[in-house]
């Protein structure tokens, strides 16, 4: 069966798990548990401490996808289109095409819904599959970033954006920062899979930003549990390797030619 079949299929049967990946290293592991692999626009804030994913390029996102290719078997690869790169319907083919080409992703992610439907429609035309993502949206956010869902136009404009993303092919949407009782109700209304983020356990599958989960992001968002504190155990190898090279105790006869 086909990896996006795979994923609808899931709605109303099991949760979709997503989690994202910037490198071969870490989407080898992570590909054993998922079933949908994204290479986030986070991973300007993530690795080069940009303040918004506004900075982040094509190029940048191109790279890191290359190398979480590498270690990909099963999950469906998703690469986020970033800030600027689908201001237009020619503009976002171009770019999509480039980075299906040059990456071998499966789809991409666009945020937004109404303001991107255009550019959406083309890349399905095209047969580039595309997820969606609505809600609150890092790329567009200018200060503070806010849950949404909480007054009745915002209530109004997600359910409106989630069911016209629908109705024009995307296979599945993440909502970030989604209110519980709408992210609840789009969820039940979609025939599509939701992917949540902050938005509740009522969603069809739940994405986290990897790094903020195995503790190696210092975040206090809301939406983040970390699962593990892994940079203890990075710091415990990294301290037993400097102090054996110190003590002279590494490297023996064993590792030396
Ligand atoms: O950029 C990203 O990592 C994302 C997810 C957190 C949904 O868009």
Do not use: W
Not at 220 to 228: D, P
């Amino acid at each position: 069966m086909n990896k996006i079949k795979k994923i609808l299929n899931k709605k109303n049967k099991s949760k979709i798990v997503c989690l994202t990946a910037y490198s071969k290293n870490f989407s080898e592991e992570i590909d054993k548990y998922v079933d949908i692999v994204l290479v986030g626009d986070s991973l300007g804030s993530v690795l080069y401490n940009y303040t918004t994913t506004r900075k982040v390029t094509l190029t940048e996102m191109i790279n890191h996808s290359k190398s979480v290719k590498l270690g990909i078997k099963k999950s469906l690869m998703v690469v986020d289109m970033p800030y600027k790169t689908y201001d237009t319907k020619k503009s976002a083919l171009k770019n999509a095409r480039k980075v299906i080409k040059e990456t071998k992703c499966d789809a991409v992610k666009l945020e937004g819904g109404k303001k991107v439907i255009d550019q959406i429609k083309i890349l399905i035309k095209n047969k580039i599959p595309v997820m969606g993502h609505i809600g609150l949206l890092p790329q567009t956010v200018k200060g503070k970033f806010k849950s949404k869902g909480k007054t009745s136009k915002e209530i109004n404009q997600l359910m409106n954006d989630a069911l016209l993303l629908q109705k024009n092919g995307v296979f599945a949407i993440v909502l970030e920062c989604v209110k519980t009782p709408i992210a609840k109700q789009i969820t039940k209304k979609l025939t599509i899979p939701t992917i949540g983020i902050g938005s509740s356990v009522h969603c069809d599958g739940q994405v986290l930003v990897t790094d903020d989960l195995l503790g190696l992001n210092s975040s206090n968002i809301k939406f983040v549990k970390k699962f593990i504190n892994l940079k203890k155990y990075i710091n415990s190898g990294l301290k037993k390797f400097a102090s054996e090279v110190r003590s002279k105790k590494y490297p023996t006869k064993k590792h030396s030619y």
